[in-house]
């Protein structure tokens, strides 16, 4: 069905660790999107993902989209306060442009 | 920047009754969405909107609900007699590059039904 699993549910990380979350699908996906959930705020764009391997970067926040399209990982490298938040990757099925987000990963960051 | 807002940002209401949940999309996009999130869970889509129709629904989006865009500015979501399990922040989202682009999400209207 459509429908991502994400992981871990929960990260909590001290200041200046890396952190890792992974979005997996059992179907190929077209492309994908992360979005960032501050503490009762509302998504926020990252980034989309559209080629099989494709790697971008913002910052200090690596996005990778697997060779089978099937996955897909952001990874923060020394994270900081200010990440604080849940991360949800968003495949977009069809045409219509719906979002479909995975459970999301909460990130807790302490100083 | 441009946003989307919503309104209003918190509405409390009883079991059985109507509401309307206001969205103004920014001004020159094309796609809108509606998604709800219950607290402590994902987001979850309810329906995408083009071309003043609705061009997806989920399986939440019941004959309870209803989208409208009255006019060239306002994007509504209206549940006709709410339940208790409609308590959830609503997001309303809107794109204007196409689809399959990048979703700007309002503030959200937390709704509560007692």
């Known amino acids: 069905g459509q429908q991502v699993m994400q992981i871990p549910q929960y990260q909590h990380v001290q200041e200046g660790e890396d952190f890792t979350t992974y979005c997996n699908s059992s179907?190929?996906?077209?492309?994908i999107q992360w979005y960032k959930q501050r503490p009762g705020g509302h998504p926020v764009f990252l980034i989309q993902?559209?080629?099989?391997?494709e790697v971008k970067k913002q910052k200090r926040l690596t996005f990778q989209f697997g060779e089978a399209k099937k996955n897909s990982s952001l990874h923060i490298t020394a994270t900081q306060t200010t990440d604080v938040g849940t991360y949800f990757c968003?495949?977009?099925?069809?045409?219509?442009?719906?979002?479909?987000f995975g459970q999301g990963t909460e990130l807790s960051v302490k100083p | 920047e441009p946003e989307v807002t919503q309104t209003p940002s918190h509405q409390v209401t009883q079991m059985g009754q109507e509401v309307i949940l206001r969205c103004v999309p920014i001004?020159?996009?094309?796609?809108f969405y509606w998604y709800r999130q219950i607290l402590g869970q994902k987001v979850e889509f309810l329906v995408s909107?083009?071309?003043?129709?609705?061009?997806?629904k989920s399986e939440i989006f019941d004959d309870q609900f209803s989208v409208e865009r009255p006019d060239g500015s306002n994007f509504t979501l209206k549940i006709r007699s709410t339940k208790l399990e409609d308590s959830a922040m609503y997001f309303c989202?809107?794109?204007?590059?196409?689809?399959?682009?990048?979703?700007?999400f309002g503030p959200g209207t937390r709704l509560t039904v007692t």
């Open positions: 993902l559209v080629k099989s391997g």
């Open positions: 968003a495949p977009i099925y069809n045409q219509g442009g719906k979002l479909i």
């Open positions: 909107f083009y071309n003043n129709e609705i061009s997806e």
């Open positions: 179907t190929t996906l077209s492309n």
């Open positions: 001004s020159n996009h094309l796609y």
């Open positions: 989202a809107s794109s204007g590059e196409g689809a399959a682009y990048e979703q700007y």
